[in-house]
């Protein structure tokens, strides 16, 4: 679930939800609004069919929290400051 397998579509891992959380996340956003940009890219990247569930995207949440990709913090999530980093 982690990974894509044979058996799991890539669209359904938590590495590629995760990925694109990350590019929604330009600005602080509640879980909500994430959800609903992370939906209207499903739908239109798919005409129209969602591929993933809700507790999905919030296992893909869990996991970016956990490795320190996003902060939360009144009802807010966002990128944390350290996923940039100057070359």
């Known amino acids: 679930m982690l990974t894509p397998t044979k058996n799991l579509h890539e669209d359904k891992s938590i590495i590629k939800i995760g990925a694109r959380i990350l590019s929604i996340l330009n600005s602080p956003h509640t879980v909500s609004s994430a959800w609903r940009s992370y939906v209207q890219i499903q739908e239109h990247e798919t005409n129209g069919k969602i591929r993933i569930q809700f507790d999905n995207f919030i296992l893909a949440i869990d996991f970016l929290y956990i490795i ?9 999530m966002w990128r944390s400051k350290n996923d940039k980093k100057d070359i």
């Open 68 to 76: 320190g990709a996003i902060e939360y913090g009144d009802d807010l």
